[in-house]
């Protein structure tokens, strides 16, 4: 069992809040870590993937008026939206008892379905929480790389093998195409969009050109830019934007592609291992996007994030611009030379950047120059985690 960093921040939810929504991916962990929440306080939980959990429910209303002093977690919330609607009253009732905190715990797997059915009815009742898979500051500092390769969701980072791991992927890739994506899209081959993922998976950390793609696939934009947005939808996909500033530049405008998970992107590209991987092109643009993961999980909420790219070629991987208007510039490496680009020393006089480093996979953190400083990804996360 690894602790997990976000549990604290569900228990302090619940401490404030009559419901709490976890919003991730199948299989990163969400049910276990509410059970074991569960497991100190009087709770009930019920498995809407269940017929019978499900017909416990045919009147909602009373089946949770007998069950005010338990937490209710709710798992896979999607296959019963209409909840929602119900939790608002019970939540109400329930305050005018006294019962204003610690209600409900809503489980779900796909962030926009869930944040527009709860966005509509629970407003002011409900804090989100969103769960990634492992991240590098779970684990022991020698499992970065283990990390890096398997990526973060617990069976396939826990495996007991290479091999076990990869095949754990590819099956959660099949369930995906054949089971979860058509529950919240119109049918489509399954083949065709396997194709699209493991295009986007080429298109690592590069520039999305959704006309390009659905030429190279023969099926129309429009069908394209819908299933690259569930795919972001569903948190399997990210689209870092550009950083945007009236600084007297042409700044390039299109959005950065990148497979969240780094296990998930080397097994759709068919990567098995270290050894594969170091031979791969994909090697720089897989390290960056599992260093820019890793940092995004940790940062205070409100800040935004971007990356930064000028017509002459100026460039930052992943711009932060904190709470406190202080911005972090951060170029991302994944051999052990740390020196920057030239236009990462451009980039960052154009943004006046309050923070300079270049994250690598070493082990030794130091000055590069007067303003920019090598470090450890597990470095930077620590250092960006104690600003909340």
């Not at 074991?36 to 019920?46: G, N, P, T, V």
């Not at 909602?60 to 338990?70: A, C, K, N, T, V």
């Not at 720089?284 to 017509?311: D, Q």
Request: hydrophobic content about 40%; aromatic content about 8%.
């Amino acid at each position: 069992m690894i602790d997990r960093k976000i549990r604290i921040d569900i228990e302090n939810a619940l401490d404030r809040q009559p419901a709490v929504a976890i919003i991730g991916t199948r299989q990163v962990g969400k049910t276990t870590i509410a059970l074991d929440i569960a497991e100190d306080r009087k709770s009930l939980y019920l498995d809407l993937e269940s017929y019978e959990d499900r017909g416990k429910l045919q009147d909602p209303i009373l089946f949770f008026s007998q069950y005010e002093d338990s937490l209710i977690i709710l798992d896979e919330i999607h296959r019963m939206p209409e909840l929602f609607q119900t939790l608002r009253g019970v939540i109400d009732k329930g305050r005018r008892k006294g019962k204003k905190t610690g209600r409900f715990l809503i489980l779900g797997s796909a962030s926009l379905d869930l944040l527009k059915q709860s966005g509509e009815s629970l407003a002011g009742r409900i804090a989100y929480i969103d769960m990634t898979p492992f991240i590098a500051l779970e684990g022991a500092p020698d499992d970065v790389m283990k990390l890096w390769v398997r990526g973060g969701f617990p069976e396939s980072f826990l495996a007991d093998s290479e091999k076990t791991s990869f095949l754990i992927r590819k099956d959660f890739i099949r369930t995906y195409l054949e089971r979860e994506i058509p529950q919240f899209a119109p049918r489509f081959p399954a083949e065709t969009l396997e194709r699209l993922w493991v295009m986007l998976a080429h298109l690592q950390g590069g520039m999305l050109n959704a006309t390009k793609i659905a030429s190279n696939l023969s099926i129309g934009v429009k069908t394209v830019s819908f299933y690259i947005d569930l795919l972001t939808d569903l948190l399997l996909l990210r689209r870092l934007q550009p950083f945007y500033a009236n600084i007297g530049k042409r700044l390039v405008k299109t959005p950065k592609v990148y497979i969240r998970d780094s296990g998930i992107l080397h097994a759709l590209l068919r990567i098995r291992d270290y050894q594969e991987l170091a031979g791969h092109p994909v090697i720089g643009a897989s390290w960056e996007g599992f260093v820019i993961e890793n940092i995004l999980s940790v940062v205070p909420h409100g800040t935004k994030s971007s990356f930064y790219r000028t017509s002459a070629g100026a460039e930052i991987d992943l711009v932060l611009e904190m709470p406190d208007s202080e911005i972090w510039a951060i170029e991302i490496k994944s051999g052990l030379t740390t020196k920057p680009r030239k236009g990462f020393y451009h980039a960052i006089e154009d943004i006046n950047s309050t923070h300079n480093y270049v994250v690598y996979p070493g082990k030794e953190e130091y000055p590069i120059s007067e303003k920019i400083q090598a470090i450890t990804l597990i470095a930077i996360m620590k250092l960006i985690d104690q600003l909340k």
